[in-house]
């Protein structure tokens, strides 16, 4: 069946570096844009980033862009999202999500998120 | 802050009707699909409608859509228990370059 398995998620120092994953299966990954989504403690759903189909056009959220890198490796069938400069506020379980059509509509398949807790 | 407004809370009885509204601007309601989310607590968001008004396959038709100008709207009729969650609105936003939520509203069934 369609899946999206997230990891890398742990707990790290202010102004450190984490790296998530997302493994996909069940489709054909190569064929599909992916989306980040967060969500901090007791909070809403706020829009990471995310990466069409073959990767030719990025989109970050203000609030990450310069400091987190959306990427995909198509031989892998995984989704990355290189975090760095990390802060308190970016503290929040973070989601991947496959799109129905384009980036650019809903997020079909969510993954069960991974938790990252930035804290000294 | 979110782009698109919603209520923080509705609630109705069992069986009852309840519609959460979700506001926004013609850079993303305006011109863009919208999508509805659910999701309990502790659990990832599920995709309840898209493209405006459908429903992906397994969603009952208790669960409804439609959009307006810069306005959208989620209804759901024979409210059940089991309904009760977090629901969410999502869309494109032409102008930031960036998919934009709702502040969410929670349904509370009495």
């Known amino acids: 069946q369609v899946q999206l398995v997230e990891s890398g998620g742990g707990v790290v120092q202010p102004r450190g570096s984490l790296r998530l994953s997302c493994v996909a299966s069940?489709?054909?990954?190569?064929?599909?844009?992916m989306h980040w989504v967060r969500q901090a403690p007791g909070k809403g759903l706020e829009w990471v980033a995310c990466i069409r189909y073959d990767g030719s056009n990025k989109y970050h959220a203000d609030s990450v862009r310069g400091r987190f890198t959306i990427s995909r490796d198509t031989s892998k069938n995984t989704l990355f999202l290189q975090m760095t400069s990390l802060r308190p506020e970016d503290t929040a379980v973070y989601y991947c999500?496959?799109?129905?059509?384009?980036?650019?509509?809903?997020?079909?398949?969510w993954g069960q998120g991974t938790m990252v807790t930035v804290s000294s | 802050q979110s782009v698109l407004t919603q209520p923080p809370s509705v609630s109705a009885a069992p069986g009852q009707k309840v519609t959460i509204s979700c506001s926004g601007s013609s850079s993303n309601i305006g011109n863009n699909y919208v999508s509805w989310y659910q999701q309990f607590p502790g659990t990832a968001p599920e995709l309840l409608i898209y493209d405006n008004i459908k429903r992906p396959s397994g969603i009952p038709d208790r669960f409804s859509a439609s959009k307006s100008g810069t306005s959208a709207t989620l209804g759901i009729t024979g409210l059940q228990t089991g309904d009760e969650a977090d629901y969410y609105c999502g869309t494109w936003d032409s102008s930031l370059s960036a998919y934009v939520f709702g502040t969410g509203t929670k349904v509370t069934v009495l």
């Open positions: 999500a496959k799109v129905k059509n384009t980036i650019f509509d809903s997020f079909e398949i």
């Open positions: 069940g489709f054909s990954f190569s064929s599909y844009g």
